[in-house]
């Protein structure tokens, strides 16, 4: 790496001063004000974000808890439906036994009578 040029002053021209090595007390309580901003500002961005993401955990507790209620109302017309199911089978079961039965009595009843018409 090749070493960094030198300015070399043009005739007319006043040469900037170099800056002091030390910084003087004025600039480091400017800097010390923006280090204590930024921090400020930095703090305030993570409380922000941490708000956001309260209300957005909120909200999706809140879906689940909708999906959840949703489900469970499903799976209780489900039962209730079986349970329907179940009673219109025993009654059709019923309902065949006594035609049945009702048909052994009535040909029991008049075994020469022709059927009536």
């Not at 909200?59 to 999906?67: P, S």
């Given at each position: 790496m090749a070493p960094p040029k030198r300015r070399i002053p043009r005739p007319g021209v006043a040469a900037k001063p170099a800056r002091p090595a030390v910084a003087d007390a004025k600039s480091v309580r400017a800097l010390e004000r923006r280090i204590a901003r930024l921090e400020a500002a930095a703090a305030?961005?993570?409380?922000?974000?941490?708000?956001?993401?309260?209300?957005?955990?909120?909200?999706?507790?809140?879906?689940?808890?909708?999906?959840?209620?949703?489900?469970?109302?499903?799976?209780?017309?489900e039962a209730r439906a079986a349970g329907l199911e179940r009673l219109l089978a025993e009654r059709d079961a019923m309902i065949a036994r006594l035609t049945h039965r009702l048909a052994e009595l009535e040909g029991r009843a008049s075994p020469g009578a022709s059927a009536p018409t």
């Open positions: 305030e961005v993570a409380a922000h974000h941490e708000r956001q993401l309260v209300a957005v955990r909120r909200a999706a507790d809140r879906r689940l808890t909708g999906m959840v209620r949703e489900i469970a109302a499903l799976r209780h017309h």
